[in-house]
């Protein structure tokens, strides 16, 4: 089945500093990934839409500027959290979809967790 | 935009007996309801879907029914076993699109 990884699987870092995640899909490429936020106990929540060569897409609600997006490739994807607060701590985890459009089912990532202390 | 509502939140079961988890939609544009069951710190995975088109569908001890009219997807597993205890988020979308999960539900099944 299709891979999908990310990296790293655990950060800690202090507030005020940034944290970029990566996403990659591992056997297929991918025109459009998607970052998820779930807080403990929780479901996962939408944070934005990534396509390729493209703009990320946002929810409401979700800051773009501290948020950065990054799909500038078909099978990687980063997301920025920039100025980290202990508040942004949460579990992040990416999907992707096969780029040729053969399936609907989404491909997510091991998630990644954020501290921020 | 679509609204996916998830009961129970807290389902415990005796090993062997089913369990049955409800989710209802808002968006009739969607065509896409997949089931995932996700362990602590891990990734969902996903165990069953179905599409519009079809009104049920099963995998061994797994089923998914869909009433698109009443807009409501369950989720049924039989003879529960212990290692079906974790948590299980429904979710819909459009075509390719993004995915609304539920609020999930916790599953535990007593030996």
């Known amino acids: 089945g299709a891979v999908v990884s990310q990296h790293p699987s655990r950060v800690i870092c202090k507030s005020g500093t940034s944290v970029k995640i990566e996403c990659r899909s591992l056997?297929?490429?991918?025109?459009?990934m998607f970052w998820y936020r779930q807080f403990p106990k929780k479901s996962l929540m939408l944070m934005a839409t990534?396509?390729?060569?493209?703009?990320?897409?946002?929810e409401q609600g979700v800051e773009k500027d501290k948020f950065l997006i990054n799909h500038a490739s078909l099978t990687l994807s980063t997301l920025t959290v920039t100025s980290a607060h202990p508040e942004d701590s949460s579990f992040y985890i990416c999907?992707?979809?096969?780029?040729?459009?053969?399936?609907?089912?989404?491909?997510f990532g091991p998630g990644t967790r954020l501290t921020v202390t | 935009g679509e609204n996916v509502e998830q009961h129970p939140s807290t389902l415990s079961v005796q090993e062997g007996d089913s369990a049955v988890i409800k989710c209802t939609y808002s968006?009739?544009?969607?065509?896409?309801f997949p089931w995932y069951k996700q362990e602590l710190g891990k990734r969902p995975q996903l165990i069953i879907d179905i599409r519009s088109n079809v009104g049920e569908k099963k995998d061994q001890r797994i089923a998914v029914t869909l009433n698109k009219t009443a807009k409501h997807f369950s989720l049924h597993i039989t003879e529960t076993q212990p290692e079906d205890s974790a948590v299980y988020f429904c979710?819909?979308?459009?075509?390719?699109?993004?995915?609304?999960f539920g609020q999930g539900t916790i599953l535990t099944v007593h030996p």
């Open positions: 968006d009739s544009a969607s065509n896409y």
């Open positions: 056997d297929f490429q991918a025109t459009t």
């Open positions: 979710a819909a979308s459009v075509s390719y699109g993004k995915l609304t």
């Open positions: 999907s992707a979809f096969p780029a040729d459009g053969s399936r609907m089912e989404q491909y």
């Open positions: 990534s396509n390729e060569g493209s703009k990320a897409t946002y």
